[in-house]
Every structure is written in structure tokens, then in C-alpha cells.
């Protein structure tokens, strides 16, 4: 899976490699240890990332909700893990997300987006205790990963706007280090057909990362909190 990560960009950076046309505002991210929203001392402490989805044919940023609130949950923070929505080998990913009531509204009616980041964190599930490493792109760019978002409107009349982050089988790279799963992690020619594609089209970019394309690092397990930002979480 993929449920911990890094945003360390400009938004000129960011902006540019999703071709977004608005013009970017000052400054960026400066974030080292991003995890989904949780619960803490019985309230929630949402976590909002920038998120590229397109609104009729302009691709606009948006800071969406991590993980994915149900359309009908009404805005409140599911009690079970929505970070990630699986696809599995051998089966169409339409046919697994049907089967996959928080996510199957979200695919069906095409909400796609993708979500820019500098690296994620996995952890070697061979080690005791689990090393935690890492990932990032191996040419120093940034890694966009598919996501499915939902709206969620809730009693008192918010809506909360929330993505899923979509993961595949491993590569090479991450069965080394002890891993199970990867986020689908699009390249720039696949932006719009992951966007705006049929979901066909879109289904056919989930897909393990290609070979060659990650690097892995181990870092401090003080990670393993995710409250802690210190700055040699930093490539």
C-alpha cells in the first residue's frame, strides 16, 4: 500500500509538470511525513493534499481530503482504511472495485485525479522492527500516482471533497525491500487519459511502476510517527 509520503515542490515545479494553465501562486510544499487523516482524542485532524482533477477540460489543483469519505457517509471519516483502493492481478479492475462499496461510486462515475508526490515511505515487512525506506523517482522528478475522489456532504451541510490512491502489484524494486503493493504512478503522457479517458482506457495504465524508474533509501524509524518531520527525512 501506500500510506505515508513526502511533498517537497514549488508550485511553479507542480503547476508546470501537470500543465495546469492557472498561474501558480508563491512558495510550495514543505512536507516530510504526510499521513491520512486520523483520529485524536475523538476529533479528526483532516489532511488536505493538492490534487490535480479536471473541471471541463481545465486541469485545476485542489486540496482533497486523504483518504477517500464515502459519498454516503455523510462527511464523516470512515472507521476502516481508505488510503488505498487495490487492484489485483488477473481481474479487471472494474469487475474488483464493484465488489468495493467505498470506492465503486468514485470509478463508476469517472471522479479521477491525480496526486503529486515527491516520494512515499514503504516498510520491509521482513525486518523486526520493520525498516521503513524511502521511494523516490529516479530521475528527481516527481511521482504522480491515480487516484479516485468522492464528495461527501455532510448533516450540517459541508461537503467533504476526498481521494483514494489506486495501488498495483509491486515492482522489482519493492519485492527487494519487502513489499507487497505499489501505487499506480503515471507518466505525463497518460495525465489526460487518466483524467478524462473511458474507464477502459484508464483501466489500462494500472500497472506496476516500471523497472528502473524508483530508488530506495532507508531512513530513521522515528518516520514510523507520523508526527515527526525532521529534516533528514529529506532526500
Not at 469517472?110 to 521503513?132: G, I
Amino acid at each position: 500500500m501506500c500510506g505515508r509520503g513526502g511533498l517537497n515542490y514549488s508550485w511553479k515545479r507542480v503547476y508546470s509538470y501537470l500543465n495546469i494553465l492557472d498561474e501558480p501562486p508563491e512558495g510550495g510544499q514543505h512536507r516530510l511525513n504526510v499521513a491520512p487523516s486520523g483520529r485524536k482524542g475523538g476529533e479528526v485532524s483532516w489532511t488536505r493534499i493538492p490534487s490535480c482533477r479536471s473541471h471541463d477540460g481545465i486541469r485545476r489543483l485542489d486540496p482533497l481530503v486523504w483518504p477517500l469519505v464515502p459519498h454516503w457517509a455523510h462527511g464523516q471519516l470512515p472507521k476502516y482504511a481508505t488510503a488505498n483502493c487495490r487492484s489485483e492481478p488477473g481481474q479487471a479492475f472494474s469487475t474488483t472495485v464493484a465488489k468495493k462499496p467505498a470506492f465503486r461510486t468514485a470509478w463508476k462515475r469517472s471522479q479521477r485525479c491525480l496526486v503529486p508526490f515527491s516520494w512515499f515511505y514503504e516498510w520491509d515487512q521482513r525486518t523486526r522492527p520493520k525498516q521503513p525506506y524511502r521511494v523516490t523517482p529516479a530521475d528527481g522528478d516527481l511521482l504522480v500516482m491515480a487516484g479516485l475522489w468522492d464528495r461527501s456532504e455532510a448533516p450540517e451541510g459541508d461537503a467533504i471533497e476526498s481521494f483514494t490512491l489506486v495501488t498495483t502489484e509491486p515492482n522489482r524494486l519493492l519485492r527487494d525491500i519487502g513489499h507487497h503493493r505499489a501505487p499506480v504512478i503515471l507518466e505525463p503522457e497518460d495525465f489526460e487519459t487518466w483524467l478524462t479517458g473511458s474507464p477502459g482506457e484508464a483501466e489500462r495504465l494500472l500497472r506496476p511502476p516500471a523497472d528502473g524508474t524508483l530508488m530506495a533509501e532507508p531512513v530513521t524509524k522515528a518516520v514510523n510517527n507520523p508526527g515527526y518531520e525532521g529534516e533528514d527525512l529529506q532526500p
